[in-house]
């Protein structure tokens, strides 16, 4: 006796066309909610990081900021974020999220020659709670050249997330991305990650 494929299908299964794609939130905050939020951040406090791998070579050049969860003002505009990353969650994604988890965001600023190359979110330890990666852009476009958040789209071609100040980009942590080369001026952005059980 034989099994076609179709009898062994299981019916409970869903399949998500865009499961991989990332989804972009427009004008989640205007021009005076960004600039308010880069204020919150204290100068003399960021960590002015320079990752290197193990066989040496510089992979990630930016300066990051952990927000105080005591950072009142800064946490209610990213409380408002993260609802919208929820909805979307749940209309897309449908990963399993930690509802009473408080949400891990810094922020990140690049500055000439700044850069991170290709990596994903998710890893060991804690990192392997993370399911989806946030990126808010704080800037306005015309203060930077280069910069840009990519990702490895389907058959090796790239994506380009927006660059539209106040905009939130949202995809899996799992996801291969990077920021290309900051030319010329400042990037702000505001980065975070939702987080579950364990992907299974």
């Known amino acids: 006796m034989s099994l076609s494929a179709a009898s062994l299908q299981r019916p409970d299964l869903v399949e998500r066309a865009d499961y ?3 989804r972009t939130l427009h004008d989640v905050l205007d021009a005076d909610a960004c600039r308010h939020l880069i204020n919150v951040v204290d100068a003399d406090a960021g960590d ?4 290197v791998d193990p066989q040496g070579k510089v992979t990630r ?3 990051v900021w952990w927000i105080a969860p005591d950072a009142a003002d ?4 990213i409380q408002r974020i993260v609802a919208l990353v929820r909805q979307v969650n749940q209309d897309y994604y449908g990963f399993d999220l ?8 810094q922020f ?6 700044h850069f991170y190359g290709w990596h994903t979110d998710i890893g060991k330890d804690h990192l ?9 852009q704080l800037s306005d476009p015309a203060s930077y050249v280069g910069c840009n958040l990519q990702f490895h789209g ?4 790239l994506e380009l997330a927006t660059r539209a100040q106040g905009s939130v980009t949202v995809f899996p942590s799992f996801r291969s991305h990077a920021v290309t080369k900051l030319i010329w001026g400042t990037r702000w952005s505001l980065v975070g990650w939702l987080e579950g059980p364990l992907f299974r």
């Open 20 to 22: 991989y794609d990332h």
């Open 48 to 51: 002015r990081t320079a990752y």
């Open 61 to 63: 050049h930016a300066d």
């Open 74 to 77: 800064a946490q209610g505009l």
């Open 98 to 105: 930690d509802d009473t988890q408080e949400a891990d965001f």
């Open 108 to 113: 990140t600023r690049y500055g000439a020659g």
């Open 128 to 136: 392997s709670r993370r399911k989806l990666s946030v990126v808010v």
């Open 154 to 157: 389907h058959e090796q071609q």
